[in-house]
């Protein structure tokens, strides 16, 4: 270290969490900015050092090991200088993050479904999207794109169902190809029940470097009581055939389970039912997401959701059951904003061109809506409730120790508990943060997972 930085008075962040992960390891979690590191004892008493501000000079006397951790704790920001503004730096960060990153586009193209799920948040008012829509989409699109000179867009499409439009699926991305710059690489997502997608559209889709996600909730019984298709049919071997063309043609397929009271027991059949029939391997991904009562739609089902502060130790049962049985499965911990919904990069559009940051609103809620692609401007006043939204705009959060890792929460469970997007709710990260983070470690270390390098787990 320079002579200089060895006089400044350093101090222990305020905002840090200690976790103890076993094997002589603890995480260090910084709130400040969302960096998660594993540190060993000599590290640990070297950050303990620095409990009082003292200078590394002070602190390490000479040892040039010492002033090497000081350095990197230093660069983690969990040293910092005495009169450092923590909050301002997070601030800084979150402004940063919100601001930065490429352009990303969903494509609501229906909300007509040919499922009737007993758990559906969507309300059933069909709604397609039409080709003077899908093309100003696109046009706005190409804007975004040309303006950043991003080398890489990514355009999913969500529903509804969205393989009932598969046409103008096909068309939106023939159209894309034609008016984005030649060297942009378009890489695709789709949410989709998995039931209408064929060979050849799966085909298709392979072109485009996409990814889906597709619902499986159980065997056939459990499937199909709760998934049925729209005439009280069920669903599962529709699915099934759905997934493997997924196997079979796109780069990766995301099987998620909903999990809710009335399916947890028989995940563990379904798991073993997928293995035997070899619907594995490193193209498969299994996720298990909780069902959630956040809209009138789904209100009914709330008695037998699995409630927030319990989900997170069920979470990591299955993920970790999941991994025993040969899949690959993990799951993310926020940092910063709970949501891609807090990002103006990340575009959704409704049938109507409206953009409505929330897919789990899609613009039934005006609050929901933040500006459409036929106005000028784009985007209204209600662009600031998500794109100016931080967690320390709320008094609950600013005195959470995690705040910097649940990122304010969901707007949208917010919305329904509290009838106001101003508020907050306390999402599943809340609660067993601990054990959250020890698996989150062991998956990151196991798979190295996809993300920025800000969110490695680092010795």
Known sequence: MHSNQLAKRLVKSKYLLKIDIGDNKKALCSNITGSISLIDPEIEDVLESYMEPKSPNESCRGDPECEKVTKELMKRKMLIEESTDEIGIFNDVVEKIRNAGMYAFTFTVTTACNFRCIYCYEEKEPERMVWKVANRCIGFMVEKVEETGQKDVSITFYGGEPLLEFNLIKKILLESRKRLPKNVHISTGLVTNGSLLTE?????????????????????????????????????????????????????????????????????????????????????????????????????????????????????????????????????????????????????????????????RLGKEKEFVVGNVFNDPVYNENANNFFKRSPLDFEKCRKCKIFGFCGGGCISEAYHENGNINTISCPVFKYHFDELVKQYILDNLKYGLEKGEDRKITG
Not at 294 to 307: D, G, N, Q, V, Y
């Open 200 to 360: 050849d559209f799966a085909k298709f889709l392979e072109n485009f470097d996409c990814v889906s996600q597709i619902p499986l909730d159980g065997l056939r019984e459990v499937h199909d009581k709760r998934r049925a298709f729209a005439s009280g049919k069920g669903s599962f071997d529709e699915v099934i055939g759905g997934i493997k063309n997924a196997i079979a043609y796109l780069s990766k397929v995301i099987i998620r389970v909903d999990v809710d009271k009335t399916n947890e027991k028989h995940i563990p059949a379904l798991l073993d039912w997928l293995k035997y029939n070899n619907i594995t391997g490193h193209k498969v991904r299994i996720y298990f997401g909780p069902v959630t009562a956040i809209t009138k739609e789904s209100e009914k089902h709330a008695r037998l959701c699995i409630p927030s502060y319990a989900y997170g130790k069920k979470l990591i049962e299955l993920t970790k059951l999941a991994q025993r049985k040969g899949f690959v499965s993990y799951f993310n911990i926020p940092a910063f904003l709970y949501c891609r919904a807090y990002r103006k990069a990340q575009v959704s559009f409704n049938p109507k061109g409206d953009i409505v940051p929330c897919l789990q």
